[in-house]
């Protein structure tokens, strides 16, 4: 188990830019593969990205090339750069763990634990 706490959110036009935080705490972070999730009102929480165990990252299509996750262990951060923001990206961004593997990480079901959400809103 590890806790979880993100920040950064807020209001942005269209084509502006946020970086999201995410830092762990409770256990050793450098165990877990990091995800980013959201959920616009009305709709099913979605996969945004991920970062595994060594450094590997997934996008959604809907993001690719407009945001980059990165990680740091040192710091027990995970972070989401969100750049081009669009109406579309309207939403509650959360974070989250996981100890699998891979194609896992798509999936919010892989994850165990969740962070409470920051709430990004992008204005046109």
């Known amino acids: 188990q590890i806790q979880l706490v993100e920040s950064g959110g807020g209001l942005v036009q269209d084509g502006g830019s946020l970086r999201l935080s995410c830092v762990g705490s409770g256990n050793i972070f450098s165990r877990f593969g990091m995800g980013w999730f959201r959920q616009a009102p009305g709709k099913e929480r979605e996969f945004v990205a991920a970062i595994g165990r060594s450094g590997g990252t997934l996008y959604d299509d809907s993001v690719k090339g407009r945001f980059t996750i990165s990680r740091d262990n040192a710091k027990n951060a995970v972070y989401l750069q969100m750049n081009n923001l669009q109406s579309d990206d309207t939403a509650v961004y959360y974070c989250?763990?996981?100890?699998?593997?891979?194609?896992?990480?798509?999936?919010?079901?892989?994850?165990?634990?969740w962070g409470q959400g920051t709430q990004v809103t992008v204005s046109s």
């Open positions: 989250a763990a996981t100890e699998r593997r891979g194609r896992s990480l798509y999936f919010a079901a892989s994850y165990d634990d």
